[in-house]
């Protein structure tokens, strides 16, 4: 090994945070470059690419739920797991296996794609082996620690959720049985990841606003992950039973909650500082969503018609998830680079960027007309937005400190 690659190494695994944000990044551009030709075929009625050997839908869903996210949210919490329980700090040994595992798998899935359902299901095994070994590790951090609380044990949960939601897409990949693609999107959604971003938003927006804005009281509502947990549960059980009409009894209750917890963090207050903000306003995308999966539920209990589609679902993926994903990736990619805490002008227009992405997805389900084309145009703000992320921020990971301290 070269001294110029192993100094290199040395930098790129000095934290595990480094790792699994640049796949994330990598992913989080891929995911809709892969994506964007099915919609462009859509609009022109010409594919340029062959078929996959899975229904296109499923590998978007699938894709978004489980090919972006849980690179960042395995990242972050390999971080701040050790500080928030006082548990041992997360090794190299444990976190290098994790990496390759979780990228390994998805440089196996997306020529399997194209190759045959048997290399997809390798991938599969190869990328579900990277999550439980990253959830063993953080369970290893949770048992050790010495001080323990309900956000972390609600998230154990909740990765445990997302490593059964990828094992049955497995089975989906495998047999073609359309129940299994369900329990996989329904899983990932809401039991995986908005437990997960939830729950990082309950215990960080707070603290963060206290750090920022003066005489702040930092509020945290101690009904809001449980009710959360339930709600979530309810939603799936409702949706997996056949009752889409009856949901709202479980969204509209969240909804109330997501909007109340904008309210008492002081959402107006957060514009003091754009980074803060950023968070704020991803997390106001979760009330949002919810009140639009409400609407949906009572409208459909009233006439029967669905009148919202996909909108809902949207609003909750790119509006909350992501929008997320890019305010805390920012902060922490910051902090941990040394760079001063603040998101300059790109950061400030790639948040907007993903709102706007989020805004023409959900016009596209109410002007079916031109649907096609305006989630075509959703797409391509998401990936032009993102990109101009990954540029700022990618090589961050592959450099070392700017204040030259470890990590």
Same mark, same amino acid.
């Given at each position: ?18 790792? +699994?944000?640049?796949? !994330?990044?990598?992913? /989080?551009?891929?995911?809709? $470059?892969?994506? *964007?030709?099915?919609?462009? &075929? @859509? ?119 997302? +490593?059964?939601?990828? !094992?049955?897409?497995? /089975?989906?990949?495998?047999? $073609?049985?359309? *129940?299994?693609?369900?329990? &996989? @999107? ?132 790119? $509006? ?6 890019? &305010? ?80």
């Amino acid at each position: 090994m070269s001294s110029r690659f192993a100094h290199f190494w040395s930098v790129f695994t000095a934290a595990p945070h480094r790792l +699994l944000f640049f796949c !994330g990044a990598v992913q /989080i551009i891929g995911t809709p $470059g892969w994506w *964007l030709p099915e919609l462009a &075929a @859509r609009v022109t009625g010409n594919a340029w690419l062959p078929a996959p050997v899975l229904p296109a839908v499923w590998v978007h869903a699938f894709l978004m739920i489980y090919g972006v996210f849980p690179f960042f949210i395995f990242g972050f919490l390999f971080t701040v797991y050790p500080r928030w329980m006082a548990g041992p700090v997360i090794p190299r040994r444990a976190y290098v296996p994790v990496f390759a595992l979780l990228c390994g798998g998805f440089l196996i899935f997306y020529p399997g794609l194209y190759l045959h359902r048997l290399v997809v299901a390798l991938a599969l095994l190869v990328f579900a082996a990277g999550w439980a070994g990253a959830l063993w590790s953080l369970l290893s951090v949770y048992t050790n620690a010495r001080q323990r609380g309900v956000h972390e044990r609600l998230l154990n949960l909740a990765l445990a959720a997302g +490593l059964l939601g990828v !094992g049955c897409f497995l /089975i989906a990949v495998l047999s $073609g049985d359309i *129940l299994f693609f369900r329990l &996989a @999107r329904e899983f990932g959604i809401w039991l995986f990841l908005l437990p997960v971003v939830f729950l990082v938003a309950h215990r960080m927006i707070p603290f963060f606003s206290q750090s920022a804005l003066m005489n702040y009281i930092m509020v945290r509502p101690a009904w809001g992950p449980p009710l959360m947990l339930l709600c979530a549960g309810g939603h799936v059980l409702l949706e997996l039973a056949g009752y889409p009409a009856w949901r709202f009894l479980a969204d509209l209750p969240l909804a109330a909650a997501a909007l109340h917890h904008s309210w008492v963090w002081q959402f107006r207050r957060s514009f003091h500082a754009r980074l803060l903000a950023m968070l704020h306003i991803a997390f106001l995308w979760l009330g949002v969503a919810m009140v639009l999966y409400a609407l949906q539920s009572l409208v459909l209990l009233v006439t029967g018609t669905d009148y919202f589609g996909r909108a809902p679902l949207h609003a909750l993926g790119i $509006g909350f998830f992501t929008s997320m994903v890019v &305010a805390m990736a920012s902060r922490v990619t910051l902090g941990h680079s040394g760079h001063a805490l603040s998101a300059d002008t790109l950061t400030w227009a790639v948040l907007l960027g993903v709102n706007a992405s989020a805004l023409l997805r959900i016009a596209g389900e109410f002007l079916p007309s031109i649907g096609a084309t305006l989630n075509l145009a959703a797409g391509a703000v998401w990936l032009v937005s993102l990109l101009a992320w990954v540029m700022r921020y990618a090589p961050m990971y592959l450099q070392a400190r700017a204040d030259r301290q470890p990590g």
